[in-house]
């Protein structure tokens, strides 16, 4: 039998764990000399890349003088944290990431918990030690630190710890060793890290913990042995979480090594394998004996906190832009998401609308994203919180909010954050100059803050939060103050008319834009709305005039991407996505309908 091991390598946002798993990919020859390895290889998705960030889990395999170690690399995002979760219950051992000068981050707390829940041994890699601020030590504490007050166990705490710069490719048991590669790193897996406990010769147990789709062979299951063999073609009893059985045969067996996904005829207790031949299969399902079945028990999933509302783009511009614009469409590739991304749910309103609730902001808008470049075309609502009834009390989702910000602006943050309900927890000086700000906020008080809570700490600040639990509901919360300044006409924006609507806000469009009545075209710079005319053109003579014929000055207009304007939209308002434009507009376009609707 070969030797296994199971990592899951956990750690905040941007601190290194996919280049730390490229550098390990590299390094153990897991990829002949002539294959050509791009950076951040785990990636696979191109706003993975574009941002930077880890959005799906996703495993890989290496061989390391004789022992196979299957690596999952995990995302950081709180919003993705149901995707953690889940994985954790898979693996044998975690590495923790920890930034040697960011220390120990709030989304760290939350996947660390769910490790030591299930007793999980972590070994501490503290990566990117040749940062000039680089405080390694000092991280070392914040983790014990951090493991005492999670209720970690003995052996818990005994961990060991390697120094790490995962972008140079090397790692280091103790400072002053000699840096030259990643084989410590190696050497602390296959040391601390136990081997897979069960034993291939019991009755067969998987569970499928993530879910991928094919065209040709349809679902696929991505699952871990627990007990027993496993073989391509062998009669086998799907137990749904449920408590439902559906017998069937396992089409194909896939076995993971470097980024190859290779046909395999059999694998054994312990390994990590995809399989195909059950369209029923979903995440926490198990695989089982058909002879002895012994459904494993079903994992608990994190509840969506957030929900959005999907609908057909009805604007007058609509369908100039888009291949799919139709709500059979949407339906579809929605339907499509909700096989495969089971942290979010989606129902169907009726008249092309869906209802998509997800774990926060940053899921949904990448989900949106997704959308408009394959060529969809619709509108999403403002985000709501989910509001539940627990015991006959009305309660909503609470945030842990952690704000790392230069000094000079907490006071401006703590007197914002208040008036949105958020109660402060901590305040500790981090030394150069920065505070950090421990709060417990409604998740209501977090929609639009972020960009407001930028231009606060210019551009310095830095933000986390990770959800906390459902509490008692707590009344209203503070949301935009400005009103919106909206076309009342139909047409192309000029420059004319637009250099004289900037005096009354921030302007969100370019001369030449092609506007429509009900559209929004700036921010105001009072707290009501305003209908502005962006089409008039200057009335022209044929005497010149001096003074009014000078060059017209612009000031350039507030870039909107994707997050920012599904922050920025209040109630009343929503978003038109095209694969080439983003336009906010009143849900109401007509003006006089729009006041009667509001008396009422």
């Given amino acids: 039998m070969q030797s296994i091991r199971n990592i899951a390598v956990i750690a905040h946002v941007d601190h290194g764990k996919t280049t730390l798993v490229d550098g390990l990919l590299t390094q153990s020859g897991t990829f002949s000399e002539r294959e050509q390895v ?19 889990s996703k495993n890989t395999a290496i061989n390391y003088k004789g022992t196979k170690i299957n690596i999952i690399d995990t995302p950081g995002h709180a919003d993705f944290g149901g995707e953690v979760e889940r994985v954790l219950k898979m693996v044998d051992g975690v590495l923790l990431l920890v930034d040697a000068q960011e220390g120990v981050m709030p989304q760290t707390k939350f996947v660390v918990k769910k490790a030591l829940n299930l007793g999980l041994k ?5 990566n990117k030690i040749d940062k000039p601020a680089a405080t390694p030590d000092k991280v070392v504490d914040e983790v014990f630190d951090l493991f005492v007050a999670m209720g970690a166990s003995d052996a818990q705490l005994d961990f060991p710890v390697i120094y790490a710069a995962a972008r140079d490719g090397y790692a280091i048991a103790e400072l002053e060793d000699e840096r030259k590669n990643l084989e410590p790193l190696f050497q602390a897996i296959i040391t601390h890290v136990p081997e897979p406990s069960g034993s291939s010769d019991k009755p067969l147990q998987m569970q499928v913990f993530t879910l991928d789709y ?27 979480s449920d408590g439902e059985k559906e017998s069937g045969k396992i089409t194909k067996l896939i076995g993971f090594l470097g980024l190859a996904r290779t046909e395999i005829e059999s694998a054994q207790a312990g390994d990590i394998v995809a399989i195909a031949g059950f369209n029923a299969v979903d995440v926490g399902d198990s695989i089982v004996d058909i002879n002895n079945p ?8 994190e509840e969506p906190t957030m929900s959005v509302n999907f609908a057909v783009n009805d604007s007058p511009l609509a369908g100039l832009e888009g291949k799919h614009v139709t709500a059979n469409k949407l339906k579809d590739r929605l339907l499509k998401e909700m096989q495969t991304n089971i942290a979010m749910k989606c129902e169907e309103l009726g008249e092309g609308k869906f209802k998509v609730s997800g774990r926060g902001e940053l899921q949904i808008t990448i989900l949106a994203e997704n959308l408009r470049r394959e060529g969809y075309e619709f509108s999403i609502s403002r985000p709501e919180v ?29 007197e914002k954050l208040g008036r949105k309900k958020a109660e402060m927890k901590a305040m500790n000086p981090m030394g150069d100059g920065y505070t950090r700000l421990e709060f417990e906020i409604p998740a209501r008080g977090l929609i639009g803050y972020r960009s407001e809570f930028l231009t606060d700490t210019k551009g310095e600040g830095v933000m986390n939060h990770s959800f906390l639990e459902f509490r008692a509901y707590s009344g209203s919360v503070e949301t935009r103050k ?27 469009i ?15 710079s009072r707290d009501n709305d305003l209908d502005v005319n962006p089409i008039k053109s200057k009335h022209l003579t044929n005497m010149r005039a001096s003074g009014s014929d000078d060059a017209i000055k612009l000031v350039p207009p507030r870039e909107m991407t994707l997050e920012r304007a599904l922050e920025w939209i209040e109630d009343d308002e929503i978003l038109e996505i095209t694969p080439l434009n983003i336009r906010i507009r009143k849900k109401i376009l007509e003006p006089n309908m729009r006041k009667r609707a509001k008396g009422k």
């Fill in 38 to 56: 791009s950076e951040r290889v785990m990636d696979s998705n191109d706003l993975e890349r574009e941002r930077g960030i880890t959005i799906l």
């Fill in 122 to 126: 972590p070994i501490v890699v503290v």
């Fill in 214 to 240: 094919d065209n040709y062979v349809g679902k696929i299951g991505i699952a871990r042995v627990f007990n027993g063999r496993v073989k391509k073609g062998e009669n086998v009893l799907l137990a749904k």
């Fill in 294 to 301: 012994m459904p494993l028990d079903p994992m608990h999933l």
């Fill in 386 to 414: 989910i509001i539940k009834e627990i015991d006959g009390v009305k309660c909503e989702p609470f945030e842990h909010l952690v704000i790392d910000t230069p000094q000079d602006f907490s006071g401006t943050i703590i």
């Fill in 482 to 508: 400005n009103g919106a300044l909206v076309s009342m006409e139909s047409g192309e924006a000029t420059g004319f008319s637009l250099f004289n609507i900037q005096e009354r806000g921030v302007l969100f």
């Fill in 510 to 524: 370019a001369p030449q834009t092609k506007v429509y009545v009900g559209m929004i075209i700036g921010e105001h």
